[in-house]
C-alpha cells in the first residue's frame, strides 16, 4: 500500500523555524517527482516546492524563495521542507506529494496522485 506521511507541523511566531518530513512507504521516491503543497482556508492549493526525483533540481513559489528549502533522501524514502522566517501568510495545511516518472526538472503542473494527509502549520504575528 502507498502511503505518505507528513510531520513537523506546529505553531510558531513570526520569523521562526519549522522542518516538515515527509516518510513514504510502498513506493521508491528515486521513481518520483516530489512536491509540498498547501492549502489555507478560503484559497486553492497551491504548490510550495518542488524536486526531481535525484534531488538536483527544486523550484519554490515566489512566496517562499529564500526561505524555504526542499530536499530529500530517497534511501529513506523522506522528502523534507526546511521553513525559515516563517510569516502568517505561511499558515495552511501542508501536504507532500509524489508523481511517477523522472523528467529532469519539477513541476507543480505534473500528476501528483498520490498524497499525504497533511500537517497543520500555524504562524502568528
Known amino acids: 500500500q502507498v502511503q505518505l506521511v507528513e510531520s513537523g507541523g506546529g505553531s510558531v511566531q513570526a520569523g521562526g523555524s519549522l522542518k516538515l518530513s515527509c516518510t513514504g512507504s510502498?513506493?521508491?521516491?528515486?521513481?518520483?517527482?516530489m512536491g509540498w503543497f498547501r492549502e489555507a482556508p478560503g484559497k486553492e492549493r497551491e504548490g510550495v516546492s518542488c524536486?526531481?526525483?535525484?534531488?538536483?533540481?527544486?523550484r519554490y513559489a515566489d512566496s517562499v524563495k529564500g526561505r524555504f528549502t526542499i530536499s530529500k533522501d530517497n534511501a529513506k524514502n523522506t522528502l523534507y521542507l526546511q521553513m525559515n522566517s516563517l510569516e502568517p501568510g505561511d499558515t495552511a495545511m501542508y501536504y507532500c506529494?509524489?508523481?511517477?516518472?523522472?523528467?529532469?526538472?519539477?513541476?507543480?503542473?505534473?500528476?501528483?496522485?498520490?498524497w499525504g494527509q497533511g500537517t497543520q502549520v500555524t504562524v502568528s504575528s
Open positions: 524536486t526531481n526525483w535525484s534531488g538536483n533540481s527544486t
Open positions: 510502498g513506493l521508491t521516491f528515486d521513481d518520483y517527482t
Open positions: 506529494a509524489a508523481a511517477f516518472g523522472r523528467p529532469p526538472l519539477c513541476d507543480y503542473a505534473y500528476r501528483y496522485d498520490r
